[in-house]
């Protein structure tokens, strides 16, 4: 593989929204690879905690065709305990900077946080992914505004610990469009540009398998708020109890592909998975089979 080479206008902070716009203006869904440098994450703990195996796998992912290399420092799972930033720093700092030593790939840096997001972006992360819609610190969302880098708000209920505790929605489609239109609010009052925020119903993140099944087949609903949408099913646990053979995350790539290409049919802009290449190829085919004229 060629690693590409550096560009002033890629590290530039100012610029990321721009290079996220021209890979929107493709006509075709930014993969985001899922890069957890954690020892608990669901599906791929422990398996990248060392610098080297992390970047050589930002690295693969870059390969295999992903866009966007998401990089998380502390496990979100159902049941996960929290831990310090300072924590989260140590993991995720150093393979910031040595990827960005190599590659120019955008980086996402996946954190609630507002310490380490800032500490992120000056090591080379281009855009933040709070799975807390900012609400988790509320220091994040001046690290937002002053960096002027894009920011991902997901809908999630509760907090990672209980959220899968005992789940309810009278209409799980209106509540996390209504509370996507109060963040939006929330971030207009703090002076969030809007054309820099993407949008994440949280699949799997307090939602029971008839939820999870109802926002990909509505996501058209959230599109109507005029964002960037960005869907993450990828290795999810609703995918074992349609297919309960498939206990192990690594074993769900037929589920997580399926969930991926049913983003992509009602209106996803990013996909974030953690099997790159099989999502890349499934994407390709899929599109090129939507794209023809009879």
Known sequence: M??????KESTDKVTAIKRLRSLFERGRPVVMGVLNVTPDSFSDGGQFVSVKAAVDQALAMQGAGADIIDIGGESSRPGAAPVSSR????RVLPVIE???QRSDILISIDSYHADTARLA?????????????????????????????????????????TMQDDPHYEDCVEEIFAFFEERLARCKQVGIDRDKIILDPG??????????LVILANLERFKQLGL???????????????????????????????????AVAHGADIIRVH????????????DAIRRVSW
């Open 203 to 212: 699949i799997g993140f307090g939602k029971r398998l008839e939820d999870n």
């Open 228 to 262: 960037p949408l960005m869907v993450g099913a990828s290795r999810k646990a609703f995918i074992e109890k349609l297919n309960p053979t498939a206990k192990i995350a690594g074993d769900r790539l037929g589920g997580s592909v399926a969930a991926a290409l049913t």
């Open 87 to 90: 924590s989260e720093q140590a």
């Open 275 to 286: 099997d790159v290449a099989a999502t890349v190829e499934a994407i390709r085919v899929f």
């Open 98 to 100: 040595a990827i960005r």
């Open 2 to 7: 060629t690693e590409p080479t550096m560009t």
């Open 121 to 161: 972006i000056d090591a080379g992360a281009e855009m933040v992914n709070d799975i807390s819609a900012l609400r988790f610190d509320e220091g994040m969302a001046d690290v937002v505004k002053e960096s002027g880098v894009p920011v991902v708000l997901m809908h999630m209920l509760g907090e990672p610990r």
